[in-house]
């Protein structure tokens, strides 16, 4: 199960930070935990990943501006982001796609439930 939380109202070129905390899964052993967003009337997209070996990948939109992160010792995934602009402005959910357990991937797809961005003056 994941619980993100963190969003709100954030006028333009503020920062803001969201924070995605994992119960009954370690997130050292998810694949890739990543953040997506969905703004009204898109299709979801992917902000950003880590991976379990820490590699990160963002959205070209986002390059610069927002930053991933995770702290294992308490399953928590976070992303900061900065210089926040009006089309970052969407519902942000975590997800983790999949597990690794005995050397084997095994599909997960856990997603939250959503943590609402808006950035407006």
């Known amino acids: 199960q994941l619980q993100a939380s963190g969003g709100g109202l954030v006028e333009p070129g503020g920062s803001l930070t969201l924070s995605c905390l994992a119960s009954g899964v370690s997130i050292f052993n998810v694949n890739v935990m990543g953040w997506y967003r969905q703004a009204p009337g898109k299709q979801r997209e992917l902000v950003a990943g880590?991976?379990?070996?820490?590699?990160?990948n963002y959205a070209d939109s986002v390059k610069g501006r927002f930053t991933i992160s995770k702290d294992n010792a308490r399953n928590t995934v976070y992303l900061r982001m900065s210089n926040l602009k009006p089309e970052d402005a969407a519902v942000y959910y975590c997800n983790a796609d999949m597990l690794w357990n005995a050397g084997e991937l095994f599909d997960l797809n856990a997603w939250g439930q959503g943590t609402k961005v808006t950035v407006s003056s």
């Open positions: 880590v991976s379990n070996r820490e590699k990160t």
